[in-house]
């Protein structure tokens, strides 16, 4: 049997802001199509992490492989094929889902009817075909999260990472988001890694990355993890194996 393309690798990667030691020595790989969550407790290193994933800055030791390449030699390919949705919400408010989109998909080269039929295929995933001429600022949290996720899939990426996504969505709406995008990487093979702190988000993921202190504590499906910590649901095995309370 072929092994799952590898679309995603990091081995020992570490990194300090000063004195604080915010990875040391994680290394993960994420395979085509997988949703894979990194669940860590506030200060756990996610957003450091997502940073050196998308080639913000470099890892002070370790080597972060994507699609089969590095930063340093080849980033533009790297981030031609890279989805990435921040936490912070970064669509312009006082533009249409339409014009977000069209910016966007220009900015990656996109025009013409190419640009006009990816526009349209994101618009049609996320329920918003109708609604293009509307500015963001009159839609839901929800559904400005996912004008952002769909400008995120423009370029039709390998691989999409999310910090955070739910941040700021009521509960419905957190759990209808989770839901779509694990549709997602099953009919696209689009490799997500999602970070949260909230145990709910991951409970049906392919795996599970706890972080914890800079560090990988655990990387298994979720039902390991539960046999892992000896407990019956995955919030107990988050507590016992991350040391979190409930709120992480
Ligand atoms: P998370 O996203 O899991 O909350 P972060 O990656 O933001 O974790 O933070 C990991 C650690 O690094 C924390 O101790 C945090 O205070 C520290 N840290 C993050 N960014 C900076 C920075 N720019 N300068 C100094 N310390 C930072």
Redesign the pocket.
């Known amino acids: 049997m072929n092994e799952p393309e590898k679309i995603l690798s990091l081995a020992g990667v570490s990194k300090s802001?000063?004195k604080?030691n915010?990875?040391h020595d994680v290394s993960f790989d994420l395979s085509a199509g997988q949703f894979v969550g990194l669940l860590?407790?506030?200060?756990?290193?996610?957003?450091?992490?997502?940073?050196i994933i998308s080639g913000l800055f470099a890892p002070d030791e370790g080597a972060v492989t994507v699609f089969g390449q590095n930063y340093a030699n080849d980033p533009a390919e790297i981030l031609r094929r890279l989805g990435v949705v921040f936490?912070e919400r970064s669509v312009d408010l006082d533009m249409t889902i339409k014009e977000n989109l069209s910016f966007h998909g220009r900015l990656f080269g996109l025009s013409g009817k190419r640009l006009k039929d990816r526009i349209a295929e994101q618009t049609d995933r996320f329920g918003f075909a109708d609604m293009q001429d509307r500015r963001v600022r009159q839609l839901s949290g929800g559904q400005q999260r996912k004008v952002e996720i769909a400008r995120a899939l423009l370029n039709r990426p390998g691989l999409l990472i999310m910090?955070?996504p739910t941040a700021g969505l009521d509960a419905p709406s957190r759990r209808a988001l989770v839901q779509d995008i694990r549709d997602l990487a099953t009919e696209s093979q689009v490799a997500i890694l999602w970070?949260t702190?909230l145990v709910d988000e991951v409970e049906y993921a392919d795996r599970v990355i706890l972080?914890r202190d800079?560090q990988v504590v655990a990387d298994s499906t979720p039902n390991e993890l539960k046999d892992m910590a000896g407990t019956a649901d995955l919030t107990d095995a988050y507590a016992a194996l991350a040391g979190t309370s409930e709120n992480g």
């Open positions: 802001y000063g604080i915010a990875l860590g407790p506030n200060g756990a290193g996610k957003s450091t992490l997502f940073q936490q910090d955070e970070a702190h972080i800079g």
